[in-house]
């Protein structure tokens, strides 16, 4: 087997490109974005929202590219900058090469939707099933139009098992995705009231995410989360489907796999469950119960392409939160004292309700020492539709019930929360996280335990930053310097 992901020659009928210069012997990887192309790679030049990738090809030259796909109408401006496979339109020729790396792959495919959890679900399976052989899954949350074709075309021919995320925010989106993904193995880890600016209700988005099952090959294995209300409409969806199988987590006890006993600690969880008949106990690298809930989806998706229960789990004892999406990091309010440290959660990668109230859920778990507090800083939320101030102030219960001591927030739209809040327990309010930053800087103290949570739109992942810069440990600050 070829050390190339692709041979030249064998782009050709994929791409439906006709080439112009002579074909390299193979390119090593697939790019659509100069910053990150390695040399070797094939570069597409994909026509973005705010961008064409037609005016980077000669960045994409000069950092090595082995070749590149254009259309017909640059080609002839392009042409002297090196090899060219000319096609009509870039985007559908990555597509035909995500068909044919499908098409000639012998992997087993697990495919993951869902309205919250989708991301840190595909994480846990890449950790689990690579600890079992060769495999590839979806780089960060390329999920879309895009980064589902661009993840297939980058699928090794050598890959034992795949796990790709499949998102949506309008209705048909993943019908079209999973037709190229074709999965053995498709979860829905949630259904949750977002995007509802596109969407009549949460009914409909729950229709819009049972479109992954239609997309599963003869035989496959349907799982779904049968603790939400929508379950019924996802059930019917994956029975009538190709699925031989259709099985269910939760802590529902009817479940396939079902939640038998949580017990949280501040940076893993000890988990019970029953899965399948057989009882499985395991520590889970991730605080929350919402991600023990998930991982319940990982062991029957993992147990479904054929992992024995013994594996899985010790697999999941090593998953532990991504940047922004609850990895906690102590830091330090004095540099010179090391007791003045507090913990800072960070969320702040995107937010809807169900995710946020999970996220305070793990604040409400989180043990301040000694004077120190549960402070929330929270953002808007977006694409909520017109019931976005009230889904914001209904959050004031879940921060009550989990005796958050203080909160922060930023934009308009969690003005509404903040306004519902008791006044001993309101920080501050700002219009946008770079205004909230410095008063958020100025109440810390030493025991805190600090959750930044919001959409990305909010861009209070910079207040996260800007706090991490700013309360850096000695330690980590010198390795930055």
């Known amino acids: 087997m070829s050390d190339y992901l692709w041979s030249g020659l064998g782009l050709v009928a994929p791409l439906r490109a006709r080439v112009l210069g002579l074909p390299p012997d193979g390119v090593g990887g697939i790019s659509i974005d100069t910053r990150t192309l390695q040399p070797g790679d094939l570069f597409f030049a994909i026509k973005g929202d705010n961008s064409d990738g037609h005016d980077y090809v000669g960045a994409a030259f000069a950092r090595g590219a082995a070749a590149a796909v254009v259309d017909e109408a640059h080609s002839d401006a392009l ?29 087993r495919i697990i495919a993951v939707t869902g309205s ?37 075309a980058r699928l090794p021919e050598s890959a034992r098992y795949a796990v790709f995320e499949i998102g949506m925010n309008h209705p048909g989106e993943i019908t079209a995705l999973v037709d190229m993904v074709r999965p053995h193995v498709a979860v829905v880890t949630n259904v949750a009231p977002v995007h509802l ?29 049968r603790d939400i209300e929508t379950f019924p409409i996802l059930e019917e969806a994956a029975r009538a489907s190709p699925a031989a199988y259709v099985l269910t987590f939760g802590a529902d006890s009817a479940a396939d796999a079902h939640l038998a006993q949580f017990d949280a600690e501040e940076t893993f969880s000890r988990v019970s469950a029953r899965v399948l008949g057989q009882d499985v106990n395991f520590r889970l690298g991730a605080p929350g119960r919402h991600m023990a809930i998930n991982a319940l989806a990982v062991l029957l998706a993992a147990r479904a392409v054929g992992l024995d229960f013994a594996a899985i789990a010790a697999s999941l004892a090593d998953v532990a939160p991504a940047q922004g999406r609850g990895a906690r990091e102590t830091l330090q309010l004095d540099r010179d004292d090391a007791s003045s440290g507090f913990v800072l959660i960070d969320e702040s990668y995107n937010a809807n309700p169900a995710s946020m109230r999970a996220a305070i859920d793990l604040l409400g778990s989180a043990k301040p020492s000694g004077e120190g507090r549960r402070i929330a800083v929270l953002g808007d939320m977006l694409e909520l539709g017109p019931g976005g101030p009230e889904l914001h102030e209904a959050l004031k219960d879940d921060l009550l019930r989990n005796e958050v001591d203080l909160t922060f927030a930023a934009g308009p739209l969690s003005r509404h929360l903040f306004d519902a809040l008791p006044s001993e327990k309101r920080g ?33 992942h910079a207040l996260a930053a800007g706090l991490k810069a700013r309360f850096a440990a000695p330690e980590l600050q010198k390795i930055e310097d």
């Not at 496979?85 to 597509?95: F, G, N, P, R, S």
């Not at 919250?116 to 390329?142: I, N, Q």
């Not at 309010?429 to 909010?458: C, F, H, I, T, Y």
């Open 197 to 225: 600016e596109h969407f009549a209700n949460v009914e409909a988005i729950a229709q819009a995410k049972a479109e992954i099952f239609p997309g599963l090959v003869k035989g496959g294995v349907a799982i779904v989360n």
């Open 79 to 107: 042409k002297h900058l090196g090899t060219l496979y000319i096609v009509h339109d870039v985007l559908k020729a990555m597509e035909g090469l995500g068909r044919a790396a499908r098409k000639r792959s012998k992997a």
């Open 116 to 152: 919250v959890g989708k991301t840190s679900t595909k994480e846990a399976l890449r950790k689990v099933l690579s600890d079992a052989g060769p495999t590839h899954a979806s780089d960060k949350s390329y999920n879309n139009h895009w980064g589902v074709p661009l993840m297939l």
């Open 428 to 460: 501050a309010w700002a219009e946008s996280g770079a205004a909230l930053e410095p008063q958020v800087a100025e109440a810390l103290r030493p025991g805190d335990v600090v959750m930044v949570k919001a959409s990305n739109g909010s861009k209070l």
